[in-house]
């Protein structure tokens, strides 16, 4: 049984099918500090976008509710990077949910510049981080969905119920954040450069017998 938060998103998205292309919505709580747009704003080397700016660059948009900062994307997913999270989270807790055409997506939690947990919100036993078990206690909806049409509603009410914020529906319009019914900021993100990264896959498991290996001779290991 689906619950009313579940509904509520799943009528949400059934209103504004092309979310179906893509979707980023994080919410921004105060811990050690307090949340504001201008503070976020700051963080992701934003800049407010003026009447007739036709740079390029990827948008996002920004609206205080209470003491907490929500940011949506209906392109991009700015907030779900862990480089841009570190910066985002300092002294402040960020949940954030994304996905793409694709149908693939997740659901993060980051706080003092940590990412604690990621999940697969099409596969709620696929986490990582610092703390994945943070997720437990709030994974009915997430699980009574998997495999149904109502995965990125449930993902979606899974950010309320952590959060205790809604994004109102009457906020979005059907081509975007509504600036005319709703405290939008829009803004043109920074750059943030990625986190350093090893270069293969073995490199994350065995980080430092890989970089021992690539720094030595070809004959290292080889006895006469």
């Known amino acids: 049984m ?3 938060m579940v509904r509520y998103y799943d009528d949400f998205l059934a209103d504004r099918d092309w979310l179906a292309e893509g ?3 994080a919410v921004v709580q ?6 504001t747009v201008d503070g976020i ?4 080397r934003a800049r407010r976008v003026e009447p007739g700016d036709s740079q390029s660059g990827e948008l996002a948009d920004l609206a205080q509710i209470g003491p907490n900062v929500v940011v949506f994307q209906d392109n991009g997913c700015a907030l779900s990077r862990p480089e841009v999270l570190r910066w985002a989270s300092d002294g402040l807790r960020v949940h954030t949910v994304d996905w793409t055409i694709n149908g693939n997506g997740g659901l993060t939690y980051a706080v ?3 990412v604690l947990a990621w999940m697969d ?3 709620p036993d696929r986490r990582h981080g610092d703390d ?4 437990d206690d709030d994974l009915a909806d997430v699980r009574a969905s998997r495999g149904t049409g109502q995965v990125t509603a449930a993902a979606m009410a899974f950010v309320e119920r952590r959060t205790g914020v809604r994004l109102p529906a009457e906020w979005v319009g059907d081509e975007g954040a509504d600036p005319q019914a709703g405290p939008w900021v829009t803004v043109r993100l920074g750059s943030i450069p990625p986190d350093p990264r090893p270069p293969s896959n073995f490199g994350y498991d065995e980080p430092d017998l890989d970089a021992r290996l690539r720094a030595a ?3 290292v290991g080889v006895r006469r």
């Open 2 to 4: 689906v619950s009313d």
């Open 23 to 25: 979707l980023s919505w």
């Open 30 to 35: 105060p811990a050690s500090a307090e949340a």
């Open 41 to 44: 704003i700051e963080r992701l």
């Open 112 to 114: 003092y510049g940590k």
């Open 121 to 123: 919100m099409n596969d």
């Open 132 to 135: 994945p078990a943070a997720f």
């Open 217 to 219: 001779s070809e004959q």
